[in-house]
């Protein structure tokens, strides 16, 4: 007879959809992988031999928990120019996924809700669960903006924390300066805190940039060096806000992370040296290409940021329709239900190939047609 020997929180989780898809491309031939969220370019030159100096000249040891020095005191002249409160403090993570894991252990407690923008990235409702807490969903369908009067509804006396992702994953939406001030200003007032997830606010195409920690100080910003510098798998990532909250953070990675990977902080110094401009241009091309290639096949609002798109499914659900798409033509795709409590569509990741784009976007025309929109 097998001991009842696992913790029930893994009952809390499923196995990740995403990571499941990510496997099988590993090992499918001939496929169209529109699937996984990560840069189509690499890791600058300079900022590799930066990173190869470092393990060369023996910076394989810990560093401190909070990070290196000096790759936080460059973080901080950014930060400080950018966002409130003078006592907003900064410390380095195993990528962004670290620090919001982090956040959740600091902040939340069991019965604590937390409010989710829906559509929402991947991993937060997993992570407020484990953390014992309640994802309370602010429904966004169908054009994905920010309704301050929705959202005020939502808060009760156990709301404990907003998370907003801006430019989002998965609807490649960036939020405007009105939308973010104004859930700045109702989280000022409520008393609640704000986590601000940043990790695509360099793609932002034709909309600016706005963080809800330019109107209030009491914002947790999670953001890192994965997605801007093509670096997924290093696992760079920071946190910065209220010092009182960083401590804490710091604190639990002392005992959990331990540390950032010391050599890649060295190369994070590099990296805030370069101009990425190009291949965020580069990005935005590609994004042009996704709307002129699939405009009248779907629904879908035009992603102004991020790299990917929402698209509404034109049959079925949206594991149906990326189901018949691996099983049919080797494309593939996230079903919507990964990131929502409806399944009614599907993303795709455009920082791709351009043969691959191509080819995605001609099989999704196809699958379109297999019924027309109405």
Avoid at 88 to 117: H, K, W, Y
Avoid at 235 to 257: D, V
Avoid at 314 to 333: D, R, S
Avoid at 339 to 344: E, G
Wanted: include cysteine; hydrophobic fraction near 40%; aromatic fraction near 10%.
């Amino acid at each position: 007879m097998m001991r009842p020997w696992l913790a029930q929180r893994t009952k809390i989780l499923e196995s990740s959809l995403i990571e499941h898809i990510f496997n099988l491309a590993a090992r499918l031939k001939d496929k169209i992988d529109l699937s996984i969220g990560q840069p189509h370019f690499d890791v600058p030159t300079p900022v590799k031999q930066a990173a190869c100096e470092a393990i060369s000249v023996g910076r394989n040891r810990y560093s401190q928990s909070e990070g290196i020095d000096e790759l936080r005191g460059r973080l901080r002249e950014r930060i400080r120019r950018e966002y409130l409160g003078e006592d907003r403090e900064v410390m380095i993570t195993c990528g962004s996924n670290g620090a919001l894991t982090l956040s959740m252990l600091a902040l939340v407690e069991p019965g604590d809700q937390v409010i989710l923008f829906d559509p929402w990235f991947v991993v937060y409702d997993p992570l407020v669960r484990l953390a014992g807490g309640e994802p309370v969903y602010v429904d966004t369908y169908p054009h994905f903006r920010i309704d301050p009067d929705q959202l005020e509804r939502a808060i009760t006396s156990r709301t404990k924390l907003i998370i907003l992702n801006s430019p989002n994953n998965p609807t490649g939406v960036v939020a405007c300066q009105e939308e973010i001030r104004a859930l700045a200003e109702l989280a000022l007032r409520r008393d609640i805190l704000i986590l601000s997830d940043e990790i695509y606010r360099d793609f932002c195409f034709g909309v600016p940039f706005s963080s809800p920690g330019q109107f209030n100080p009491y914002t947790l910003v999670v953001s890192g060096f994965s997605k801007t510098y093509g670096m997924p798998g290093w696992r760079l990532g920071y946190a910065h806000g209220p010092r009182y909250i960083i401590e804490q953070m710091i604190k639990i990675q002392q005992y959990t992370f331990v540390c950032p990977p010391h050599p890649f902080q060295w190369a994070a110094l590099m990296a805030l040296e370069m101009d990425m401009n190009p291949s965020i241009l580069e990005t935005a091309r590609k994004r042009d290409t996704v709307i002129r290639g699939l405009a009248g096949y779907y629904r879908f609002v035009e992603p102004t940021g991020a790299f990917y798109a929402f698209l509404e499914v034109p049959w079925g659900t949206g594991t149906e329709f990326a189901q018949y798409a691996l099983e049919q033509y080797k494309l593939l795709v996230i079903p919507g239900r990964v990131f929502s409590t409806r399944d009614t569509h599907f993303r795709i990741a455009y920082t791709v190939d351009d043969r691959t784009l191509e080819e995605g976007i001609r099989v999704l025309r196809e699958l379109a047609c297999r019924r027309p929109i109405s």
